[in-house]
């Protein structure tokens, strides 16, 4: 089993991949990010859901969404998500590589390194490939995730993190010549003990603009956070943008 289909790993580390803390993050990106761009009315496919983090707010702001995530844990918490904000979404298990609704939508998104979980570089074309399928003419995929460029800058150095009821110590080791990744994360909460390890293809702006261009994309942007600035030194994540003609 690949690491990103055991459950029990995104119930376990939840605290850790989805604090409370992004959820505040997401209704202020979907609310006053340029990037988003978001018009009442828009179809939006998330990629990658999870607990319904983006797709609360992006049914909030007026959008029509579909949620795709391969967790059925995770969407289980993302329909009592949509419940407690009393929104109405459409949430489908799926492998993000699988097509959902040819043409059926107006913006793809996916968010907080929800792209790259292949190791095969293959699959992950096949997943922009899939949402070049499932935009409309002159529909829009935004992708987020922690640059090469980025991730340079503080690779390496353990962390330890506080979670309710306990700690998360992570340590990321960079394979195969700074194109995989693989982090280790020990989670210690009292005399329990839980171990994982997530793999994940590790892209340069150059590689994932080139990748986008060849699952036939155009316009292919890159910025350095979502408020629009460019991808530089300066940059906090890698957010690309690109256009189905």
Request: charged share 25%; hydrophobic share 45%; glycine share 12%.
């Amino acid at each position: 089993m690949n690491w990103y289909e055991d459950d029990d790993l995104w119930v376990g580390f939840a605290d850790v991949m989805f604090p409370p803390r992004r959820e505040a993050e997401a209704e202020r990106l979907v609310g006053e990010s340029p990037l988003f761009g978001l018009v009442a009315g828009q179809r939006v496919l998330d990629l990658g859901c999870g607990p319904g983090t983006h797709v609360v707010p992006l049914a909030r702001a007026g959008a029509v969404v579909t949620g795709v995530d391969l967790s059925a844990a995770m969407l289980a918490r993302a329909r009592e998500a949509c419940s407690r904000a009393g929104v109405e979404v459409t949430l489908v298990r799926a492998d993000m590589r699988e097509p959902v609704a040819p043409g059926g939508f107006d913006l793809v998104i996916s968010m907080y390194t929800s792209f790259g979980y292949f190791t095969d570089p293959g699959d992950n074309l096949a997943v922009l490939r899939n949402a070049h399928a499932a935009l409309a003419p002159g529909g829009r995929l935004l992708v987020d995730l922690m640059g090469k460029e980025v991730f340079a800058g503080w690779v390496g150095r353990p962390q330890a993190v506080d979670v309710q009821g306990g700690t998360v110590f992570m340590r990321d080791t960079v394979l195969d010549g700074w194109t995989r990744l693989r982090s280790d994360w020990t989670y210690v909460r009292g005399a329990e003990v839980r171990h994982a390890s997530l793999h994940s293809t590790l892209y340069s702006a150059a590689e994932l603009r080139a990748l986008f261009a060849e699952a036939g994309f155009t316009d292919v942007e890159c910025f350095g956070d979502f408020d629009g600035s460019p991808y530089d030194n300066h940059a906090r994540r890698l957010i690309v943008r690109g256009t189905r003609a």
